[in-house]
């Protein structure tokens, strides 16, 4: 007999600790604030009176900091813990929102970018790497995949909002989003106090197994991570200013398809995860969802310009979003001890970072070139050609027999 509905979801969220659902609520009034940079290049352009090529750069310097941050955060987790890195990097990205916010010339705007987002993106290693902490083998996908529910939520929330403060003044959002980040900081230290974080990770130290850089396994996997990133990353930027410029679709109905996403993951991805974790090894789960993800983008060259068209593409890019993302999380948790997680998580968001500048570039250079129909084909032979490198690189890892199990007590 097949369980009820009820059932299904009761299962999907019990056996994760307590922390893990307060790192999920300390995640969502972070992302809830989430609204300086998708409107950034908008406010740079309609307020301070940059030219394009300016908002632009504006962006890519958003990126640049978040790549170093990302590096640096790795580190310093590795080295002091993850406890009060969180801390100090959201205390510190919300007071500097409020600094950025104050800039009116180009260059002091891209200083203050640079290093708001350097201290803001030094959370996620982290980050990660307590989820892996107040996790265990049998429910880590899941711990991250109630992450990822909290940044959904967020997001949805915060650009909701967003939308709605930027038509009063652009000013309130980097007010906004500076509070939350602080909210977020102090939230944690209430809902988990240091001193008995402290003390567990000083029982459970255990050495270094080796580096990130010189793990061959792992850097294929980063390389086919960037891969499939960049071609996901078209779902917000390519796809949108597709469906406004070709299809004709308003900006509320293109906002609507992005909080369909949003909510398709809220409702579905514990559930399926919490039926397929654990039943094969996350490389078999991450080529499905990266071959549905380039489904989803060539569907785009022989569907009508219909309303239910793009509900058909919002469909399969989340499926495979729900099948690749969580197994990616879990994978590289793995292959790590508690003396590298920071660094193996910082390569990982690295790794997004980079897709997140290069991804759209490439996207809009194919578009601007030789148009839509050859972007959406490229997106596709990416990614197929990324999950048949995920399939291999799971052919390898079984034959040679170097995916380590990771221990029940992590850092």
């Given at each position: 007999m097949l369980p009820s509905p009820i059932q299904l979801y009761k299962k999907a969220y019990s056996g994760l600790s307590r922390n893990s659902w307060y790192l999920c609520?300390?995640?969502?009034?972070?992302?809830?604030?989430?609204?300086?940079?998708?409107?950034?290049?908008?406010?740079?352009?309609?307020?301070?009176?940059?030219s394009l090529q300016q908002s632009g750069y504006i962006m890519g310097?958003?990126?640049?900091?978040?790549?170093?941050?990302?590096?640096?955060?790795?580190?310093?987790?590795d080295r002091y813990g993850f406890y009060y890195m969180q801390i100090s990097a959201l205390l510190m990205g919300g007071l500097l929102f409020f600094l950025v916010g104050l800039q009116t010339?180009?260059?002091?705007?891209?200083i203050c970018c640079f290093i708001q987002s350097f201290f803001n993106e030094s959370f996620r290693p982290a980050n990660s790497t307590a989820i892996a902490y107040y996790s265990n083998d049998e429910n880590r996908t899941r711990s991250y995949s109630l992450n990822r529910l909290a940044v959904n939520l967020g997001w949805a929330f915060g650009g909701f909002l967003g939308g709605t403060l930027a038509g009063?003044?652009?000013?309130?959002?980097?007010?906004?989003d500076g509070s939350t980040n602080i909210l977020a900081a102090l939230l944690l230290l209430k809902l988990i106090p240091a001193s008995k974080v402290v003390q567990s990770i000083k029982k459970n130290i255990q050495p270094v197994r080796e580096s990130a850089y010189r793990d061959g396994i792992y850097l294929i996997f980063i390389a086919l991570a960037i891969l499939f990133a960049s071609c996901f990353f078209q779902l917000f930027s390519m796809q949108s200013l597709f469906y406004k410029t070709q299809w004709h679709f308003s900006e509320q109905f293109i906002g609507t398809l992005m909080a369909v996403n949003g909510l398709l993951i809220v409702c579905f991805e514990m559930v399926i995860i919490h039926r397929l974790e654990g039943k094969r090894h996350q490389l078999q789960y991450i080529p499905i969802?990266?071959?549905?993800?380039?489904?989803?983008?060539?569907?785009l060259n022989f569907l009508p310009a219909a309303y239910y068209a793009s509900f058909v593409v919002i469909i399969f890019i989340t499926l495979g979003e729900i099948m690749a993302m969580p197994f990616m999380n879990s994978f590289w948790i793995t292959r790590t001890t508690p003396g590298n997680r920071g660094e193996y998580a910082a390569l990982y968001t690295i790794a997004w970072s980079i897709a997140q500048i290069f991804g759209p570039v490439a996207g809009a250079l194919i578009a601007a070139h030789w148009g839509y129909y050859p972007l959406w084909w490229s997106v596709g032979i990416v990614c197929f050609l990324a999950a048949f490198g995920f399939r291999l690189l799971y052919h390898y890892t079984a034959k040679k027999k170097t995916v380590v199990p990771l221990e029940e007590t992590v850092f």
């Open positions: 609520l300390v995640m969502f009034i972070n992302r809830s604030g989430t609204m300086v940079v998708p409107f950034m290049a908008i406010y740079c352009n309609k307020v301070l009176h940059f310097i958003f990126g640049a900091g978040s790549i170093l941050g990302a590096l640096v955060g790795g580190k310093i987790t010339s180009f260059f002091a705007l891209a009063i003044n652009y000013h309130l959002l980097f007010w906004v969802g990266v071959v549905l993800t380039g489904a989803g983008f060539v569907l």
